[in-house]
């Protein structure tokens, strides 16, 4: 039944938006005359590695910087690329994704590698089912790049603000993902563009009936600015050394 609704889905989302997927690419184009697309090396079930799609909204070879994490003042992001985040017309093209069976519509955000290798054992729960378009987080933090605004180092707050939550908000959809739960979701990811605040409210009111405590609904409502914490699994924050390291690691120095 999830995998009929995907395609049902993906299909009747990619003849909708085509005007407009057709328009945002055009533009893109026109700045630089690059490719529109970007392909998005990501994890996906089971840690398998896969190529997701994305209208391109940065400067061309952007992630050769090693950032991961953008906030809304990131320099790599074009005039072009901030609208085309802003009205989230960059996450279109994976909907190809879920036609191939990559990805589904309702499901944990996929991350690149570099994240992957730092999960918790508990965190790696997240990999036991397809990654989504949208989830649970993806509502939540869809002010991601305002949350990253004034950081000196996005990866390291991303780790230390937001993956903590974001993590225990997939693990638990993971735990309670059902055909019903992801049609919820799905009506919620839509009204959270037009009414933001009704929305986390609603969702506070989902999370604390499938067992979230009183903090991680306080966190889903927003009430209070994120703080540190650590991630599932473990007991301390995420260190500076610890995201470094993986760098390095990453680059191969």
């Given amino acids: 039944m999830k995998r009929g609704l995907d395609i049902a889905l993906s299909i009747a989302g990619l003849i909708a938006t085509f005007p407009v997927l057709a328009i945002a690419a055009f533009v893109i184009w026109l700045q630089d005359f690059r490719s529109p697309f970007y392909i998005a090396q990501r994890v996906g079930q089971a840690g398998a590695p896969f190529r997701m799609f994305k209208l391109r909204s940065m400067v061309a070879?952007?992630?050769?910087?090693?950032?991961?994490?953008?906030?809304?003042?990131?320099?790599?992001?074009?005039?072009?690329?901030?609208?085309?985040?802003?009205?989230?017309?960059?996450?279109?093209?994976?909907?190809?994704?879920?036609l191939r069976g990559e990805m589904t519509l309702v499901g944990p955000r996929p991350n690149v590698e570099r994240e992957t290798r730092l999960y918790t054992t508990e965190e790696r729960r997240l990999l036991s089912v397809r990654p989504g378009i949208t989830d649970i987080s993806s509502i939540v933090f869809a002010d991601l790049g305002d949350i990253l605004s004034d950081s000196g180092n996005a990866n390291l707050d991303y780790s230390q603000l937001v993956r903590p939550w974001k993590s225990r908000l997939g693990l638990l959809y993971v735990d309670h993902a059902s055909f019903w739960l992801d049609l919820k979701l799905i009506i919620l990811t839509v009204l959270g563009v037009f009414w933001r605040s009704a929305t986390l409210s609603i969702l506070a009111r989902l999370a604390r009936s499938m067992g979230a405590d009183g903090t991680l609904c306080v966190v889903i409502r927003r009430e209070k600015p994120l703080a540190p914490a650590p991630p599932p699994g473990r007991d301390e924050i995420v260190s500076e050394a610890e995201v470094l390291r993986d760098a390095v690691v990453k680059v191969g120095v």
Avoid: C, M, Y
């Avoid at 090693?66 to 990131?74: I, K």
């Avoid at 005039?79 to 009205?87: A, D, E, I, Q």
């Fill in 61 to 98: 070879n952007a992630d050769r910087t090693g950032v991961d994490s953008t906030s809304r003042t990131d320099v790599r992001l074009t005039p072009v690329g901030s609208v085309v985040r802003k009205l989230k017309l960059d996450e279109i093209p994976q909907l190809f994704n879920v």
